[in-house]
């Protein structure tokens, strides 16, 4: 009987050592959601797409394309294709599709000045994309491009004083929030300060959650700050936003604004190798979000044309208000990034 209860005990220590290895990934819990990273490389001018297993702490390969323009892109995990911006003979950036089970490759877009910020919907029908117009410099609107039907449908096409900043799509709740402002404010800051000789001041941003069918369904706050980033939560109750303390400023914050009361609660302040914060994103448990980052000398002005020591994707914990990383770049720059489920 003793020998027995001897080996069960034996047992159950052996099941709770392993169900700690199986269950337990550097004492954090990992979003299952795995992760499409864009990195560019300064010397060799190459973007390469990757898609990271986080679980099994794993980088894969997916594409890699040379090209002298900025490009975002976003990966359908069901058809094995990604989707990117690329320029074209004409000088304009219009949207592709790469087959990667063939590595065919074909244009989908021709009627844009430019293409980025692409994202996909849940259903990986529809894709979502900030566009400039023909014959268009400054006006950004959100554009779509169903899959399966070829159309293209541009959000407030009329309104010629509205630019999107930014927008992120959330697949929890099939909506988007954008960040937009007023072209014509924007000029008439930047004129004042050149005329001044006085800082440029944060254009006044307007933030929207719309549906995917381009209605506008609640303005959620104005804001004044150098907004680099935003992301609605996953049950729609609040949205976080990053922004710069200056325009040539490296030091970022991350704050989180309740819809219903409106309450601001700080986050997260930019700190050591975290400068620069951009592209946050909440993760599908709304248990905390994940950022990109620049290591960077904090002492200094920033410069966009300076290369960062090593670009940081990472992952705020709210419950232990920690910060972990997920994903560097060495000498090169992560561009943006994209999840199966955020």
């Given at each position: 009987m003793k020998r027995f209860l001897f080996i069960l005990i034996i047992i159950i220590m052996i099941c709770i050592v392993f169900s700690k290895k199986i269950f337990s990934i550097d004492d954090h819990n990992a979003s299952e959601s795995k992760l499409y990273i864009n990195v560019f490389d300064p010397k060799s001018l190459k973007f390469t797409f990757y898609q990271f297993d986080q679980l099994q702490n794993k980088s894969k390969f997916l594409l890699s394309k040379e090209t002298g323009d900025y490009t975002a892109f976003t990966y359908s995990e069901g058809n094995n294709k990604l989707y990117f911006a690329d320029g074209i003979t004409d000088h304009t950036i219009q949207l592709f599709e790469n087959d990667l089970n063939t590595n065919q490759m074909k244009q989908l877009t021709t009627v844009f000045n430019n293409v980025d910020f692409i994202q996909i919907d849940k259903d990986q029908k529809i894709i979502f994309m900030r566009v400039l117009l023909r014959d268009a410099f400054r006006n950004f609107h959100i554009a779509t491009y169903n899959l399966q039907t070829k159309k293209i449908q541009i959000w407030e096409e009329e309104n010629n004083d509205r630019s999107v900043l930014d927008f992120n799509y959330n697949p929890n709740n099939n909506q988007l929030i954008v960040v937009s402002f007023s072209e014509n404010e924007d000029q008439k800051k930047l004129t004042e300060a050149n005329k001044n000789q006085t800082k440029l001041q944060p254009t006044k941003?307007?933030?929207?959650?719309?549906?995917?069918?381009?209605?506008?369904?609640k303005h959620i706050a104005d804001v004044e700050r150098f907004i680099s980033g935003a992301s609605l939560a996953p049950d729609a109750s609040s949205v976080i936003i990053s922004y710069d303390e200056a325009v040539d400023s490296p030091i970022s914050h991350v704050v989180e604004i309740d819809?219903?009361?409106?309450?601001?609660?700080?986050?997260?302040?930019?700190?050591?190798?975290?400068?620069?914060?951009?592209?946050?994103?909440?993760?599908?448990?709304?248990?905390?979000?994940?950022?990109?980052?620049?290591?960077?000398?904090?002492?200094?002005?920033?410069?966009?044309?300076?290369?960062?020591?090593?670009?940081?994707?990472?992952?705020?914990?709210?419950?232990?208000?920690?910060?972990?990383?997920?994903?560097?770049?060495?000498?090169?720059?992560?561009?943006?990034?994209?999840?199966?489920?955020?």
């Open positions: 941003y307007s933030l929207d959650i719309y549906d995917i069918e381009g209605q506008k369904k819809i219903q009361s409106k309450k601001v609660k700080t986050l997260l302040d930019s700190a050591g190798i975290y400068s620069k914060i951009r592209s946050v994103k909440f993760d599908e448990n709304k248990d905390g979000f994940y950022f990109l980052s620049s290591i960077i000398d904090e002492n200094k002005r920033y410069s966009i044309l300076e290369m960062p020591k090593e670009s940081v994707l990472s992952y705020y914990d709210f419950k232990k208000s920690k910060v972990r990383n997920v994903w560097r770049a060495e000498k090169s720059v992560i561009v943006n990034y994209s999840a199966e489920h955020f």
